[in-house]
């Protein structure tokens, strides 16, 4: 909605004015309006576009997180570093139904950029090493798939490396 820069500034601004109610005595007004700079200050590190994205690729609505996404006209100035990873990590996993050259495209740069959680990293590479093993690349993808176990610490994954590993043998 807001580049990153003004949202850090919208937070000030609430913040001092949330400063100034509690000097006139106005406790709750200055309550709520930290909880408002609370908001942007969040908005800073969660983008709301890709919070959105994030929700409609849960339903597999494609559609509605391509619409969400494509909201986000720069990504390059107005998302920050690991944003930018997770809105290419996004792109990745929805053109990996159509486009694969593209979706590993995607994909690496999003690797590359840094996702802040294991589980979505391990996520990424095995789906490179999806790509790879369809590619016949069975090198890389032996390799993506020992870096996704590793990653994968929960154990989230276990079932489609097992099935990947049973494709691989076929190759």
Known sequence: MFNKNIKLV???IITAWSVYEFSQGHIGN????LLLAGLFVLFYFKN?????AFLQLRTQNFE???KWL????????ALTIK??????YLHG???????????EKFLKKAVNLGLSMDHDLAMAKLQLAGIAMTKRRKREA???????????????LKDQMAMMKQQMKKI
């Open 10 to 12: 919208l937070a000030v």
């Open 30 to 33: 200055g309550i709520a309006l």
């Open 48 to 52: 709301e576009f890709i919070l959105l």
């Open 64 to 66: 509605a997180a391509k």
């Open 70 to 77: 494509s909201y986000i006209k720069n990504p390059e100035t």
């Open 83 to 88: 944003q930018q990873g997770y809105y290419n």
């Open 93 to 103: 996993i929805m053109l990996s139904q159509t486009n694969i050259t593209k979706a």
């Open 142 to 156: 032996t390799t993506l798939m020992n870096e996704a176990k590793k990653l994968d610490k929960h154990g989230m």
